[in-house]
């Protein structure tokens, strides 16, 4: 089984970057970025965390499987 801790940082970081990358980049704003922050913690919070939650740690299983 894989870390949770470790794979919950690496995945954040992961998504800073590319939402760094994109406001830079390919014309994403702040504003919107900030809204999918706003999201992801609205999500966090709902019933919705737990299924999230488990997709990804099956994504996670098969990666490490596969390797």
């Known amino acids: ?3 949770l801790l470790v794979v919950t940082v690496s995945v954040v970081g ?3 970057v590319i939402t760094f990358i994109l406001c830079r ?9 900030t809204v999918c922050i706003v999201l992801g913690f609205y ?8 299924p999230i939650s488990e997709v990804t740690q099956g994504l996670l299983d098969v990666i490490q499987s596969s390797s």
Do not use: I, K, P, Q
């Open 43 to 50: 999500l966090a919070s709902s019933s919705f965390a737990e």
């Open 14 to 16: 992961l998504l800073s």
């Open 1 to 3: 089984m894989v870390n």
């Open 25 to 33: 980049n390919a014309g994403l704003r702040v504003s919107h970025a």
